[in-house]
């Protein structure tokens, strides 16, 4: 078969261009599917660095001065324009990724045109407060931050570059945008359309790299905030490194989300959200809900219906549309999913479904259910960020919230009932930044997104990012006499 050409134009795009810099490191683009390489880009080199900052810090003063209605006009074009191309952007996408056209047509591309045009329409939209104080008064004002560092994972390449460049953008900043040295293509073409879109050169840079590239990001004086996409222990690092130049972060971190499924649910729903929170991506998710607690009486009949619903796997070529389960991104983290399996049949698991690596050429790991299961097992309590799915069971509600929370990370939760006060409670007792309630793993540009404890610090989406891409700016206004003591 003969993949499209995946090549860019070059690796980085840099003050409204692309460009490149041949001395940095190669780094091979794979073909998930099948393991072959279908480009090579080149990690930044100091002076690419230096030119992606140099170039935001030029722009970005302009930028913060233009008529926010202009500023979302361009976020709304390039929306518009991501939507006209998604059929191109998602097989990149999948290209980078792996993951099933099926799903890039629909998950990818159209997220991230919907965060530019939410947030397109929001940029006008930047409101302080207004305070009096007898005669003298005070407001605030929402000040950009100045150029921003958007450092991403590899699962979601277009739609992270989006999330984190659009409220940025709106907002009066300038960024640049280090992709996952995993999936580097999609971000650059991001770069290419908001470019066609209108936004002037210098505001949305793409450099490639390794960790050490985000690390030189993170460290730089020019930079103002850092927003990263990935697991705790680089958050933990990122954090601290911009913790010692006082910079603004965001932290989208990992999880070990849990879902409780009560008797009285609709049982096919839960299965679907199960489904959706354990294999949507190969289970290459942050969010995913990969601890679910089944109540007790009810366990059969979901695992029934579960391994009936594994029937309608389509492995294959991603790139055919009739495909809905494509292979990990990369063959390191099949290796670690891997791994994980035999540690989980070595503690005691039960491989109820799946559970080995499919006999085919690129990264492909088997939808897997894993059951007899105690909360102490490694596969219960670590993030594996693949296919597999954990099923514990649970007496009654006390136990399954107080299970539910029994764990460092808190990025998101889920539950499924009938009853509509349980359903309320059982949310806002869960230690989590999202819960989803009869639904999982959906997450509009207008619904605030992020992890409590481990799993990070601040939102993206909504609002709340257009706070976390600003900072307020108080200004006291006197009306009257300045009195003194001397
Ligand atoms: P990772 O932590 O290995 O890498 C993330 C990014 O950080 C990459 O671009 C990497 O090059 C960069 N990086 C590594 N070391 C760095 C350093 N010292 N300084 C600056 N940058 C550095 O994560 P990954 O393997 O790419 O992605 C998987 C992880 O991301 C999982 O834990 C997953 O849960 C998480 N994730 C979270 C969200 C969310 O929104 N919460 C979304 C997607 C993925």
Redesign the pocket.
């Known amino acids: 078969m003969t993949l499209p050409n995946a090549q860019p134009t070059a690796s980085h795009f840099i003050d409204g261009d692309y460009a490149e810099d041949t001395a940095g490191t190669p780094i091979p683009v794979i073909y998930p599917a099948t393991g072959e390489t279908i480009a090579t880009v080149h990690a930044a080199t100091p002076a690419i660095v230096d030119r992606a900052l140099a170039s935001a810090v030029r722009a970005q003063a302009d930028w913060a001065a233009t008529d926010p209605t202009e500023r979302g006009r361009v976020l709304r074009r390039a929306a518009d324009l991501m939507r006209a191309r998604n059929r191109e952007l998602s097989e990149l996408e999948t290209l980078d990724t792996g993951k099933p056209l099926q799903e890039t047509l629909v998950a990818d591309a159209t997220s991230g045109a919907d965060a530019l045009e939410y947030f397109g329409g929001l940029a006008a939209d930047v409101t302080g407060t207004a305070m009096q104080f007898g005669g003298d008064w005070a407001y605030t004002i929402r000040r950009p931050l100045g150029v921003c560092v958007g450092?991403?994972?590899?699962?979601?390449p277009t739609q992270?570059a989006c999330w984190k460049g659009a409220p940025a953008l709106a907002t009066g900043n300038a960024m640049v945008f280090?992709?996952?040295?995993?999936t580097p293509l999609c971000a650059l073409k991001v770069a290419e359309i908001l470019i066609e879109a209108g936004l002037p050169a210098g505001l949305f840079n793409v450099v490639q790299g390794?960790?050490e590239v985000?690390?030189a990001l993170?460290t730089d004086p020019r930079v103002a905030k850092v927003s990263?996409?990935?697991?705790?222990?680089?958050g933990r690092?990122?954090a601290a490194?911009a913790a010692g130049e006082m910079k603004h972060v965001t932290m989208?971190?990992?999880?070990k989300s849990p879902i409780l499924v009560f008797e009285d649910a609709d049982l096919d729903d839960a299965v679907s959200g199960a489904i959706n929170g354990n294999f949507y991506s190969s289970g290459q998710v942050?969010?995913n809900g990969t601890r679910v607690f089944v109540q007790e009486s009810i366990l059969p009949a979901f695992l029934d219906r579960l391994k009936s619903r594994l029937g309608g796997v389509v492995m294959g070529d991603p790139l055919d549309e009739a495909v809905n389960f494509g292979p990990m991104t990369t063959e390191a983290q099949m290796d670690i999913v891997l791994r994980h399996l035999d540690t989980a049949r070595s503690e005691g698991a039960t491989v109820a479904a799946g559970g080995t690596r499919v006999d085919r050429e690129g990264f492909w790991v088997e939808p897997t259910v894993l059951t007899d299961l105690s909360d102490e097992m490694t596969c219960v309590r670590e993030?594996i960020?693949g296919p597999v799915m954990s099923v514990l069971t649970f007496k009654n509600e006390a136990e399954g919230i107080a299970r539910a929370n029994a764990t460092d990370f808190g990025?998101s939760a889920g539950v499924f009932t009938r009853d509509l006060a349980r359903a309320h409670r059982v949310a806002s007792a869960f230690e989590a930044g999202t819960v989803w309630i009869n639904q999982y793993n959906l997450t509009p540009a207008g619904m605030p997104?992020?992890?409590s404890k481990a799993?990070?610090i601040g939102r993206?989406n909504a609002r709340m990012a257009m706070d976390h891409f600003t900072e307020a700016q108080t200004i006291y206004v006197g009306m009257g006499k300045v009195e003194a003591a001397f």
């Open positions: 450092i991403g994972a590899w699962n979601y992270i280090k992709p996952s040295e995993m390794l960790g985000g690390a993170t990263l996409t990935g697991s705790v222990p680089t690092k990122v490194a989208e971190l990992g999880g942050c969010s993030e960020f990025l997104f992020g992890g799993s990070g993206e």
